[in-house]
RNA sequence: GCCGUGGUGGCGGAAUUGGUAGACGCGCUGGAUUUAGGAUCCAGUCUCCUCUGGAGGUGCAGGUUCGAUUCCUGUCCGCGGCACCA
């Protein structure tokens, strides 16, 4: 092992220079252009980093090296988000402070990630779980309480008795709890809701506006789920009160032949009749038990109970059985449906099942069947009022909706309605590691926010953190911190104990960057004005909807609260795909196959781990570690060192005296813009590769022009710093080449001046030739009939079409 | 189930305004060097066949085209998300 490349010394040293001199420190305000390029920050666990996390951040330290050789002035800043679950866990568990805890595994993910060269600016270095830092998490949390975005509800979640805890939906199994096994049920318990429904079409309009891969984009429209119909008014005689619907086919109302309320939904007790009672309790019981996901999708069987009383369709008067079932949602649409079995899928298995009457209304299909739900295909039939006013029969359905909409308008039976498939976002948790709500109440009942001069609202230590068996959290434990009393009047508070979820610190975390240590704002806003938006976010797929929806929602109540002067936060934003274990599962302790960095820096050095990492494959798709493939960077990197320093540690086989070869300028440029355009484009693994084939050329050569080897040098910086440092000091350098110009590729050596023809015969390869670039069309075609393969196939046939594609091949097609 | 995404040699992958499939790397085979092993260097390496040539080949089945990994239809399988893991 003895001529391996020392990355052992070669890594610190540069570290430790990159450290000294503040080489990445990003400075406020500049004549340069700004580049903001963010990293999704790393959730704290006890289990370090792992090394899918780098791989992201290998993609943004290149491409942040890479735009300050381009001239920008780069904000480039990593943090800590350490509230959450797993410190929680183990405080239960072991009784240490999740204070403490957090601490000690943030320094093991800062030794990590330092240990790899990443050049942030480590002054802008930030912590969700820091007082200093969840003051303004609280304050902006008041912000949106003040603005009536925050507000108290009753929503169910997992109680599980036995633990006397209210846990995730990670820590349920099969209904059971994962500690223990104990039966978990859905309990309504009071929460704090943030209403980003209210954002519904803005957060969808402006998705327009950003640079993201158009599957996120997708998946946030779908996330939000807007679709366009009408509230519809059914009278139900027994109680005297209308039930409003939502529909987005009123077209089919003539179709609905029962209705159905979601369990919960406020008035199933009204109308239920005595015979039913007991039955429909006993559903009630049973789907309060049921997650969404359980209750709707994963539903293949339907199921449900009458509730004996019916409703009036105000379209024809006729009386229709009301029932209710779990795969109507109450917190979806208004928690009823009219059913038309006829047009709806659902419906229709509903109906199969209970032997409802499934009515025709829209011709085309074989309801027999299956549901026909086409509204561009059929037309409408059986859909005209009773007095033969109103008639929609014969239109399309996608007519029929609009005029029906007017129809119900005009007779105040309904109005067009939007819908949203995104809900509330659940704010609470009955959690001790979080940032506390800055919130009290009064035995009234009273909700009373703090002021912002009481911020930060800190947490309080308890000497044990364990469950409060009620459902509350840990913090109620606290009896001191929970009991305020106003000094002025003497009335007594109680202090919210719920805590936020670790969503919030992540919402904003990006504007922290920009001024981390100002205590007496956020953030600055002339400093937001400099450097946002982000101009590039980088991170895993999984965040594609909820933690970028989020923050996005965070960022426009500050942007209409004037504190951001931008609509969207990351104007560009790419996926990283998982780094999978090299038996190509998801690496997990429990399968095994984790990879620690820790051990292949020690083993390979964390050039090398950068450079594996980006020539693994595409950024974005998920891919198998392999230790092979590492030690075959590894042997490309001590390749480049070995070729051009000596064993007695001199620069060897590089010279001052000679000129390049065409042959050398050609492959130089070819590289300089191959690497170029992969960088731009974010295709690392061809940009390695292209570094490896001007190496390989470089070896072929007696000696090789400095300037050549500088150009190759500072291409091959962003990838792998430490040793192009290395090299560049040793070229006899005495600045870091951090700042200095990225390589231009000039066209005039790309030119050759012979060019390889393929020639296909009925579209199949024959053969090959070579041919001057200037050559005509008829020059190569006569060229390529005259090859004597060529010929072998094409005599005695006719040729009925000649193609000729530039620069390309030749395609003769003959019969 | 729904939404999104992917499927190319023994392996990771390359090549798409439709134009020579398999760049680069790993692995493997042979050779050089070495007391030996390792390391290093050189050459070869999609599969098959009747081998100076030819046939097949990008999950599977079709289609469009002079020509399809690339476009279209259908289908199978893997992965990510599904609102209290983040």
Redesign the pocket.
């Known amino acids: 092992?003895?001529?391996?490349y020392p990355h052992h010394q070669i890594e610190p040293k540069w570290q430790q220079y990159w450290d000294e001199n503040k080489t990445f420190k990003a400075a406020d305000f500049s004549e340069k252009p700004k580049y903001y390029i963010l990293d999704?920050f790393p959730?704290i666990s006890g289990a370090g980093l792992h090394v899918g996390h780098p791989e992201g951040y290998t993609a943004t330290d290149i491409l942040a090296r890479y735009m300050r050789m381009r001239g920008f002035n780069v904000l480039h800043p990593m943090g800590w988000?350490a509230?959450?679950?797993?410190a929680e866990q183990y405080a239960i568990e072991t009784g240490v402070h999740p204070s403490k805890k957090t601490t000690e595994n943030i320094a093991t993910f800062k030794r990590q990630i330092q240990s790899l060269g990443f050049s942030y600016d480590w002054d802008r270095e930030i912590n969700t779980t820091d007082e200093k830092y969840y003051k303004w998490t609280q304050w902006i949390f008041l912000k949106l309480f003040e603005k009536g975005l925050a507000y108290e509800a009753e929503?169910p979640?997992?109680w599980c008795p036995a633990l006397g805890t209210?846990?995730?939906?990670?820590?349920?199994i099969d209904g059971k709890s994962e500690r223990g096994g104990h039966p978990v049920v859905r309990k309504p318990?009071r929460?704090w809701m943030l209403k980003?429904t209210a954002y519904a079409d803005r957060l969808l309009a402006d998705l327009d506006e950003v640079e993201w891969?158009?599957?996120?984009k997708?998946?946030q429209?779908?996330?939000?789920?807007r679709s366009e119909g009408a509230n519809v008014h059914f009278n139900i005689p027994v109680i005297e009160k209308n039930i409003t619907v939502f529909t987005t086919r009123p077209d089919t109302l003539w179709g609905a032949t029962y209705m159905v309320l979601a369990p919960e939904h406020p008035l199933v007790n009204s109308i239920t009749t005595t015979e039913q009672k007991e039955a429909v309790q006993a559903y009630q019981n049973q789907a309060g038990l049921k997650?969404?996901?359980d209750r709707?999708?994963?539903a293949?069987e339907k199921t449900g109970v009458f509730t004996g009383h019916y409703a009036t369709n105000p379209v024809n008067g006729e009386q229709i059985p009301i029932w209710i079932s779990d795969y109507v949602l109450m917190?979806?649409g208004t928690g009823a449906i009219m059913a038309v079995p006829a047009h709806d899928e659902r419906d229709y298995a509903f109906a199969k099942k209970f032997k409802l009457p499934i009515m025709e209304v829209v011709s085309g299909g074989d309801i027999s069947t299956e549901a026909f739900t086409e509204i561009e295909e059929g037309v409408m039939v059986n859909s005209t009022t009773p007095d033969g006013t109103f008639s929609i029969n014969g239109l399309k359905p996608s007519q029929a909706i609009g005029k029906t909409i007017e129809w119900l308008e005009a007779e105040r039976k309904g109005e067009y309605a939007v819908q949203y498939?995104?809900?509330?976002?659940?704010?609470?948790?009955?959690?001790y590691w979080?940032e506390p709500i800055p919130i009290l109440h009064d035995e009234d009942g009273g909700v009373f926010p703090l002021s912002d001069s009481d911020l930060p609202l800190t947490l309080p230590v308890l000497e044990k953190i364990k469950p409060t068996g009620t459902g509350e959290s840990p913090l109620a434990n606290a009896k001191e911190w929970v009991r305020v009393v106003d000094p002025d009047t003497g009335k007594v508070y109680r202090r919210e104990t719920?805590t936020m979820?670790?969503?919030a610190?992540?919402c904003w975390y990006y504007l922290r960057y920009l001024d981390p240590d100002n205590d007496k704002a956020g953030w600055d806003p002339e400093k937001e004005k400099y450097w946002m938006p982000v101009d590039l976010y980088v991170g895993?797929?999984?965040?594609?909807?909820?933690?970028l929806?989020y923050a996005r929602f965070w960022h426009k109540v500050l942007y209409d609260l004037g504190y951001v002067s931008t609509k969207e936060p990351f104007q560009r934003l790419i996926n990283q795909?998982?780094i999978?274990g090299e038996d190509?599962?998801?690496m997990s302790k429990s399968r095994g196959n984790v990879i620690n960095p820790d051990d292949v820096v020690r083993e390979y050095g964390a050039d090398t781990l950068r450079l594996y990492e980006m020539?693994?494959?595409?950024l974005?798709?998920?891919?198998?570690w392999?230790t092979?493939?590492i030690?075959?960077?590894?042997?490309?990197l001590?390749?480049v060192w070995?070729?051009f320093v000596s064993e007695g540690d001199q620069l060897q086989h590089i010279s001052n005296k000679i000129a390049p070869d065409q042959g050398t300028l050609r492959q130089l440029h070819a590289t300089i813009k191959k690497v170029t355009e992969?960088l731009e484009s974010k295709?690392f693994?061809?940009a390695?590769?292209?570094l490896?084939?001007l190496?390989?050329h470089f070896?072929?050569l007696e000696a090789v022009p400095r300037e050549s080897f500088e150009i190759f040098v500072l291409l091959l910086s962003p990838f792998a710093p430490h040793l192009a440092e290395e090299l560049w000091e040793r070229l006899g350098h005495s600045t870091t080449l951090a700042y200095e110009a990225w390589p231009e590729y000039d066209q005039q050596y790309l030119f050759e001046n012979m060019?390889?023809?393929?020639v296909?015969v009925?579209?199949?390869?024959?053969d090959?030739f070579d041919i001057s670039t200037d050559a005509t069309k008829d020059e190569i075609l006569q060229k390529a009939k005259s090859l004597e393969?060529i010929i072998?196939?094409i005599e005695g046939k006719t040729v009925v079409?000649e193609?000729v594609?530039p620069k390309?091949?030749v395609?003769l097609?003959v019969k």
């Open positions: 092992m003895a001529d391996k999704m959730f988000d509230f959450g679950l797993p929503v979640v997992n209210v846990l995730a939906n990670e820590e349920v318990m929460q980003i891969p158009d599957s996120i997708e998946m429209r779908n996330w939000i789920g997650s969404d996901l709707t999708d994963l293949k917190s979806y498939r995104l809900r509330d976002w659940l704010f609470s948790r009955q959690r979080g719920n979820p670790q969503w610190g992540s895993g797929a999984e965040h594609a909807v909820l933690h929806l795909g998982l999978l190509g599962d998801k020539f693994m494959g595409p974005e798709r998920a891919k198998p392999s092979k493939g030690e075959g960077i590894f042997r490309f001590n390749r070995r070729h992969d295709s693994n061809t390695i590769s292209q490896m084939i190496n390989n070896r072929t060019i390889r023809f393929a296909q009925n579209g199949k390869l024959r090959t393969k072998k196939y079409k193609i594609v390309k091949l395609n097609v």
